[in-house]
């Protein structure tokens, strides 16, 4: 999502999946103050929801931002069959480890609703 989408996606119904972490930090203090004024502007979104959705989106910023760099093995051809080559920087690796880390925070999600559920279940016990 980029940043300028954010305004429109702010007036439906949130449907991120979160992490059983908590991540926590201080802000600068105009950053804050706008991030208090999104909050005013849009009282159907939490700070925290807002902070969420800035950092997604500054994260897919930066992720495309990442250059393209041209390795020396040709992995495929395009419409007209030029080749293309595969890319050798920082996006394979960065892809690689946003899926590992991925399924490890859902491993996470996964034991923390199994621990509440357990919880629960021993209680009504």
């Known amino acids: 999502m980029r940043i300028k989408d954010l305004l429109s996606e702010w007036t439906k119904t949130p449907a991120h999946q979160l992490t059983a972490r908590k991540y926590s930090v201080r802000l600068p203090v105009w950053d804050a103050a706008r991030i208090a004024a999104l ?3 849009f009282p159907s ?3 925290t929801q807002i902070i969420t959705d800035l950092i997604s989106a500054a994260v897919d910023e930066i992720e495309t931002a990442i250059p393209y760099v041209k390795g020396e093995k040709v992995i495929s051809e395009d419409d007209y ?3 293309i080559y595969e890319d050798t920087g920082l996006s394979p690796r960065f892809r690689k480890l946003t899926r590992e880390y991925a399924n490890k925070l859902r491993e996470e999600a996964e034991a923390a609703r199994e621990a509440r559920r357990s919880s629960v279940t021993a209680a009504l016990k």
């Open 45 to 47: 979104r939490t700070k």
């Open 81 to 83: 069959g030029d080749p």
């Open 39 to 41: 909050a005013d502007l």
